[in-house]
C-alpha cells in the first residue's frame, strides 16, 4: 500500500503562484512515476505533468506548459508542483499519483495505482 498526501493548495488571485507537495509513505518511491491531475466540477480527472522515476523525463499539459514545473525529491518521498501564472481556469482538487512502475510517464487516469485525496485549488480573476 502507499500513502499520498497533498498539500499547499489556496486561494490565490490570477498571475499568482502556489506550490503543492506530495508526501509518500508505505512502500519505495524512488523507483516510480509520478503524476500530477486535477478534476474541476463537471469535468473528467486530466493530467497535469507527469515525472519519471529519475526525474528525467517529464511530461506537461499544453495548457501548463511554460507555468507549472513538476519535481521529486527521492530522499523526502515526495513529488512537487510549482504553479505560476495562474489562471482562475486552472481552478479544480489537484491529487497527487503514483503508478506502481518505473516505466515511461503514462497520461490516463486508470493507469495510476494509487492516489492522494487531493488540494484545492482556487484561482480568482
Known amino acids: 500500500q502507499v500513502q499520498l498526501v497533498e498539500s499547499g493548495g489556496g486561494l490565490v488571485q490570477a498571475g499568482g503562484s502556489l506550490r503543492l507537495s506530495c508526501a509518500a509513505s508505505?512502500?519505495?518511491?524512488?523507483?516510480?512515476?509520478m503524476g500530477w491531475f486535477r478534476q474541476a466540477p463537471g469535468k473528467e480527472r486530466e493530467i497535469v505533468a507527469g515525472i519519471s522515476w529519475n526525474g528525467g523525463s517529464t511530461y506537461y499539459a499544453n495548457s501548463v506548459k511554460g507555468r507549472f514545473t513538476i519535481s521529486r525529491d527521492d530522499a523526502k518521498n515526495s513529488v512537487y508542483l510549482q504553479m505560476n501564472s495562474l489562471k482562475p481556469e486552472d481552478t479544480a482538487i489537484y491529487h497527487c499519483?503514483?503508478?506502481?512502475?518505473?516505466?515511461?510517464?503514462?497520461?490516463?487516469?486508470?493507469?495510476?495505482?494509487?492516489w492522494g485525496q487531493g488540494t484545492q485549488v482556487t484561482v480568482s480573476s
Open positions: 499519483a503514483f503508478r506502481s512502475t518505473s516505466g515511461v510517464i503514462r497520461t490516463e487516469a486508470h493507469q495510476y495505482d494509487y
Open positions: 508505505g512502500r519505495t518511491f524512488s523507483r516510480n512515476v
